[in-house]
């Protein structure tokens, strides 16, 4: 005896709506990429500026009602515009600008803290991470850390130069970088009477001079020259200075690791990513 049609319609509709839910369940989780990965700002007391990041939603569905978001560790220090997004498609990305103000009187150390994105009462997987350090250096920077370098804040809190190495701080006896180690300082002092090329000269007497060439960073024209230090006959550092000039300020970029170190080539990739990354604070 035959079914009726009616109970054949509902269960072809029911193994659809299976279906479906399975096919729900497994798509992607709702998923975030930021650009740059991370920021870490260098900032003076009282200090007032703004930069843009951006987010991707990366997951297989439209992010609806969401709120872009500081952690609370930071909130007093950021405000985020726009912070709200009635939708966002799979694949899209938006711009966000970021304002940073320092208030006076703020503690000199090193403030951590992610920007987020949040539906409803969720934070959406991959957070933002943010470090700012506040200062009592001229030096006024936003830049993208590379991966496996740490930025030493007490040098920073201290009113000392950008200090990053990839080696935990574990020089050998005599402050030596260790094999596979490299570091990188970011320097400024007032701007030098010109030419830049005889300050660039005096300052790396005694160092062998391998090239010179003009570079752009943050939009500023700087001078990129690439060395060798030895000190003995059994250790030369290879180290590489960027000299930029901005708003009578002198800043100097200076990548150093052991001549011949096998991870040349990573170093040079990391120093390039501080570079591309880097934007000047007025």
Known sequence: MRKPVSVFVLAVAMILAGLAAIRQAQSAPPSILWTPTNVTMVATLGANFST???????????????????????????????????????????????????????????YDGTIHVRQASRTIPRTLKISINVTSNAIGLILSIPNGFQIDSQVLALGGPIALNNFGNQYQRGGIVPPGGAEIHILSIPLPAPPLSNFITNELQGATITSTSNIAVSGNSCTETSYADSFGPTLTYNEISVYCPHGGILYKFNLAYRGGDALEAQFLTSFQQILTTTRFTP
């Open 52 to 110: 843009r990041i951006s987010f991707t939603n990366f997951g297989d569905q439209a992010l609806n009602d969401i709120t872009i978001e500081p952690a609370p560790e930071l909130a007093r220090f950021l405000t985020l515009k726009p912070s709200n997004f009635t939708s966002v498609q799979s694949g899209q990305f938006q711009l966000v600008t970021v304002s940073v103000a320092i208030p006076p009187g703020t503690a000199l150390a090193t």
